[in-house]
């Protein structure tokens, strides 16, 4: 599994799939609301949001294989 990223990215969405990759669950959380609002205001297009929603779930499940090896 590789880090594929569409190559029309802007660079304002490459930082926040950066910055997702350091994010507690609160963070993505909270960044997963914010980005239904710009999604509906159409401040991002559907290939940007696609590409975040797959580094959120990315995300999740490192934080998941995390909470795992803690219990």
């Known amino acids: 599994m590789g880090n ?3 190559a029309s990215l802007s660079p304002k969405v490459e930082r ?3 910055e997702i990759e350091g994010m507690n669950l609160d963070e993505v959380q909270a960044l997963t609301a914010r980005m ?3 999604i509906v205001k159409g401040d991002v297009t559907t290939r940007e949001a696609r590409a ?3 580094a ?5 499940k490192a934080i998941e294989q995390e909470l795992r090896a803690d219990a």
């Open 4 to 6: 594929k990223k569409p």
């Open 16 to 18: 926040r799939i950066a």
């Open 36 to 38: 239904m609002s710009e």
């Open 52 to 54: 975040i929603d797959r």
């Open 56 to 60: 959120v779930g990315r995300r999740l």
